[in-house]
Nanobody
Framework: QVQLVESGGGLVQPGGSLRLSCAAS????????MGWYRQAPGKERELVAL???????NYADSVKGRFTISRDNAKNTVYLQMNSLKPEDTAVYYC???????????????WGQGTQVTVSS
């Protein structure tokens, strides 16, 4: 049905930058919220940033001023620009999308497979 494919993770030094991308494909009628979550070893998955179809965004306090979420609705793609990375940003990052397969109010939440981000010197 619907797949979310992430890319852009990797190893970066503290203070460096990475840009994550997540493209949704399949039989999509529309996508409402898209977001990025992360999960560090031994910790629960947490919200990093969220963006609505209209472009309104919210961020976790820990990333405000350093990360920027954006989306291209024509490409069903969400991005996460991560600057001034810190070792505590190390985690598997997952994208998330609330998708309508048909007109109406019913939405399905889809997740990507995750991409590893490691911040280390």
């Amino acid at each position: 049905q619907v797949q979310l494919v992430e890319s852009g993770g990797g190893l970066v030094q503290p203070g460096g930058s990475l840009r994550l991308s997540c493209a949704a494909s399949g039989r999509i009628f529309s996508i409402n919220h898209m977001g990025w979550y992360r999960q560090a070893p031994g910790k629960e998955r947490e919200l990093v940033a969220l963006i609505t179809s209209g472009g309104n965004s919210n961020y976790a306090d820990s990333v405000k001023g350093r990360f920027t979420i954006s989306r291209d609705n024509a490409k069903n793609t969400v991005y996460l620009q991560m600057n001034s990375l810190k070792p505590e940003d190390t985690a598997v990052y997952y994208c998330n999308a609330r998708v309508k397969l048909t007109p109406g109010v019913y939405e399905i939440i889809y997740w990507g497979q995750g991409t590893q981000v490691t911040v280390s010197s």
